[in-house]
């Protein structure tokens, strides 16, 4: 037999080779790409609701004045005035609207994705083959948490936009050496710092993408040394705004990180490292762990993990050998997922195990990895001598998006027989793990939660008090601060005018409700310390007052006297420095007030006589079926 080359000829049908496809059909494939990756995002949304930190920032825009100490306030490590200003402009113009959010996350996400198709042209020119690493960005499951936890999303995907158009501009600075694209480059990260703190990485980013975009044609001590004035500026942003952060955190709180013990951090690596990421990277997994909050974990299939890097394994060994570029590409890539993602989780999150299973501490690195997909499997073409002057009024990388062939010496992936099994085989593997992902998603518990609270509240009657319950753990996890998961704050953004100030700061009534674990509002009563007095009859009262010691020592506590007067008669309740009126009603026979937090008992004083205080009771707002005095 003939060992030579086969040939084979496929003929395109006449669409195919009309002249708009020739001239858009790359565009019309990345477009429908793009709208297929919408859609996915959007589906995955509809079955997705608000969740923990969401609930956190919405409730926060409505009771904390605007100002720099709400947006430099450090939350759980995280500074982010972007995001919550972000916060703020959509809770003024539609409080917990679902839709409102759903379509900022999309447009969002489109952002970063038609940021990416720019970069990869200007990298790869308009090749056909660039359409494989956007669809590993589009379908890739490490963005399914960033896509439909609107808190995670505030974070991640402005972080992706700030770090595509960075390589863009530095991509561009490689090109045509102009300082425009310098300062485009320091702008693009300033934004990114306004989202999130890993924009900090970006120039370090920018730096090792020069070098390895550089070092064929220069060496690498040259390509190092290139734009040396560039890094500096690099510098000083990223130094003041760490001093920022640290003086932020130092004033907020913010949570500081710790070194773990040796088998704890060896566990974290393991699992993250070991499992998470590889299972994400080949479009896994195909079944999903338990649910959080905002959504499933990672599960860890011991086939799945095997396959996974047998698959990775196979990808970098087969384009380390077809292309020179490919090892410094995939060093950069793992080296920002270690940098970036494992290490600052296990310093500051590994005491949670469930950290090394959840996928969206991966997100912020996708661009990178499809940018290093791109990379090794397309040469980069550097302009040169021997494309002529740039035509005046044309930058250079105009004329260097052209189609062209490879430099001698490197493959033709295009030719491959591969690549478009194994990008339909991806595509088919993340999109049966979204369907996964999709029924761990709290959208159908959480919304009907808030839907009951909207409807009830609307409803409810102008003289009953609403007191606060806590938000269910299952929505709001209890490593949060007590005053941010309580109704009164988490909630009142439901209300409108004056109806969510009473939410907010409820005041005294003779009927008290509060929020059960389905949303809705039902009677309650008040369990905690209690004093009553003995056989039905009253609490002494020396000199018309009735001291009572009964603790309050956390926020959302509630004061309940239950007393017999014969007239409307009006006392005094006093608890440290505060002091507050309320009307004893004759045709009743209980009296609710919020109870301060404040050292020392409380004094009720009564003017009249015949006042029959029997229960004073200072505790938590519960359903009557809990129970309570």
Known sequence: MNGGPVEVELRLPRWARSPFARRHGLQVAALLLLLAGLALKGWLLSRSYFAEDDIVFVGRAVAEPFGWDHLLRVHIGHLMPGALALVRAITAVSAYDWTLVSAVILALYAGAALALHRLLRLLCGTRPLILVPFAFFLFAPANFQAGTWFAA??????????????????????????????????????????????????????????????????????????????????????????????????????QGLAVPDFYAAVDYLGSFLGGTVPTLLVGGPLSWGPETTAGPLVAHQAVEVAVAWLVLAAVVAGTCRRHLMAAPAWALAAGYLLAADALPIMFSRSGSAQHAFESRYIADATPLLAVCLALVLMPWRAPSREDGP????????????????????????????????????????ALVSASGFAQGLPGERNRAYFEAARADLAALDPETGVYPSLVPDSMVFPWQALEDRL????????????????????????????????????????????????????????????????????????????????????????????SREVLLRADRDRVYLPAEVAPGPVRISVRGKHTCLRTVVVGAAVPEERGGR
């Open 153 to 254: 999303a505030l974070n991640i995907l402005p972080l992706q936009i700030a770090m595509i158009m960075a390589m863009c501009s530095q991509v561009l600075l490689i090109r045509t050496g102009r300082t425009g694209h310098a300062l485009a480059g320091i702008a693009w990260t300033c934004a990114g710092l306004l989202f999130f703190e890993k924009a900090l990485l970006i120039p370090p980013v920018l730096f090792l993408l020069t070098v390895l975009l550089s070092a064929r044609e220069h060496g690498v001590l040259e390509a190092a040394r290139r734009h040396l004035g560039l890094w500096p500026a690099y510098l000083a942003v990223g130094g003041a705004y760490l001093t920022g952060y640290l003086i932020a955190s130092g004033r907020t709180g913010g």
């Open 390 to 429: 740039v035509p005046q009024g044309r930058s250079r990388e105009a004329g260097s998006l052209r189609r062209g062939p490879a430099p001698e010496g490197e493959p033709s992936w295009a030719a491959s027989p591969y690549i478009l099994p194994a990008v339909c085989v991806y595509v088919v593997i």
């Open 487 to 578: 109704t009164s704050r988490a909630l009142s953004p439901l209300a409108e005018g004056t109806l969510q100030e009473r939410v907010r700061h409820p005041g005294a009534a003779h009927r008290a409700v509060t929020f059960d674990g389905r949303g809705h509002l039902v009677p309650a009563t008040v369990f905690g310390g209690y004093v009553a007095a003995k056989d039905g009859s009253c609490l002494p009262l020396g000199g018309g007052t009735a001291v009572v010691d009964v603790p309050a020592a956390h926020e959302g506590n509630v004061l309940r006297i239950d007393y017999r007067v014969p007239r409307d008669t009006l006392a005094t309740v006093l608890r440290g420095e505060r």
